[in-house]
């Protein structure tokens, strides 16, 4: 068992780091009280190749392993924690599915504009009426002809008001009389695709969250992934995938609490003293930074896993429990620590407090990841 990050690791958390503060630091804090995604920082992520972090050179990408691509997503979520959103549902839920199950055309038709960044994508399966119960979905795909045609409603769609291609859950019916549930690639210029209201959030501001409508939208059938029947295979699938990347965000947020925490104890004097001289305040660092560490660990493991074993749900559902759960106390800790200037906006460790909360909800809750590690280990993979 190896700890040390390779060279290449190293360069990409150094490069990636640099890259953060200095181009997403100035507009961190601007974005989230506005609620804007900025084009201006997704053009500077296209210069260092985020958008296709694993993608194969072939089609633009990076090529990274999956441990440089939580060190990126952790390092982007340090500083912005919302555009770490944004970047790990684009990669992991939106670019991987179809570099995984895509036919050559389909990769060719998306993936040099989903490297690029030209094209935004994201994976909306969560409907008003199925959420945690990810099969009650509702939408419907009748077979017609070579087409199929879509009608029904997603909500909290993470990219969905900037995303130009979104894999789609929808139940189907074909013409032989088979159903069953289809991942298809839904294109936002088709006839009947519309955006629904914005969603005003606590955190995570500055990604566009939206509802979406589909109203007799046309599908190609050369836009459905894999088979038919292969949906929620590959939902499932894609959401162990997923799951690193939203645990890596959790990390980076927890990370710059706990950085802003040490450097404010440090320099704030009280009863003559620096804050970190009190011990209730330096254990509570204490706490925070193994935290931080032992979720660190669980995320580069389950990537470590991704990388290197056939199914990982056991080790994906664990560090996104874990790294959701920290990031929430964590982030509260720091905000204690800070004591009332914590609490006020010219500080980031509200907004840290706000963009934790939501790590233990989206890609499956911290119930359901609970619900997925149990039926694993009493099943023996313990
Ligand atoms: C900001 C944001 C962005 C999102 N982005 C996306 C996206 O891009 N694509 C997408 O498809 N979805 C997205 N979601 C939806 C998200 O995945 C769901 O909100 C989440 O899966 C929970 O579903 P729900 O909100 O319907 O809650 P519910 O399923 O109604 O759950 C309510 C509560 O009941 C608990 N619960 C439910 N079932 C069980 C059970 N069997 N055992 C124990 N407890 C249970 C839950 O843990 C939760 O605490 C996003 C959500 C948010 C907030």
Not at 144 to 151: F, R, S
Not at 288 to 297: G, P, S, Y
Request: a neutral charge; hydrophobic letters at 40%; proline letters at 2%.
């Amino acid at each position: 068992m190896n700890f040390e990050l390779t060279e290449k690791q190293k360069l990409v958390r150094n490069s990636v780091r640099a890259f953060s503060e200095d181009v997403l630091g100035p507009l961190a804090s601007s974005v989230d009280r506005d609620a804007i995604f900025s084009w201006e920082a997704a053009n500077e992520l296209s210069k260092i190749n985020a958008w296709g972090i694993q993608l194969p050179e072939k089609y633009g990408g990076a090529d990274l392993d999956s441990i440089s691509y939580a060190i990126t997503i952790e390092e982007i979520s340090r500083v912005c924690g919302a555009t770490g959103l944004g970047l790990t549902v684009h990669n992991s839920v939106g670019a991987y599915p179809i570099l995984k199950w895509g036919t050559e055309d389909q990769k060719e038709r998306f993936l040099y504009d989903i490297a690029s960044g030209k094209k935004i994508t994201g994976f909306t399966w969560t409907e008003p009426n199925a959420g945690s119960d990810a099969a009650g979905i509702e939408c419907m795909a009748i077979e017609d002809e070579n087409d199929y045609i879509l009608n029904g409603s997603k909500i909290f769609v993470t990219n969905g008001g900037v995303a130009s291609v979104l894999l789609v859950g929808t139940k189907y019916k074909k013409k032989n009389g088979e159903t069953g549930m289809a991942a298809i690639l839904v294109e936002k210029d088709m006839k009947g695709y519309e955006i629904g209201k914005k969603e005003d959030k606590l955190g995570v501001r500055s990604n566009l969250t939206t509802s979406l409508y589909f109203n007799d939208v046309r599908i190609p059938k050369e836009n459905i992934l894999g088979k038919e029947s292969d949906g929620f295979k590959i939902a499932m699938h894609t959401l162990d995938v997923g799951r690193i990347g939203i645990a890596a965000q959790a990390l980076g947020i927890a990370q710059a609490a706990l950085e802003h925490s040490v450097e404010y104890a440090k320099g704030r004097v009280q009863f003559k003293k620096p804050i970190s001289s009190f011990q209730g305040v330096s254990f509570k660092l204490a706490e925070m930074a193994t935290e931080v560490d032992a979720a660190r660990l669980l995320v580069y493991r389950a990537a470590h896993a991704k990388d290197t074993k056939e199914r990982f749900s056991k080790e994906s559902a664990m560090c996104k429990y874990y790294a959701g759960d920290i990031a929430k106390k964590v982030t509260l800790d720091a905000l204690q620590i800070h004591g009332g200037y914590g609490y006020m906006k010219d500080l980031p460790i509200e907004r840290y407090v706000r963009d934790a909360i939501v790590t233990s909800i989206y890609e499956g809750t911290s119930e359901i990841m609970k619900l997925i590690i149990s039926q694993q280990i009493l099943r023996g993979n313990i």
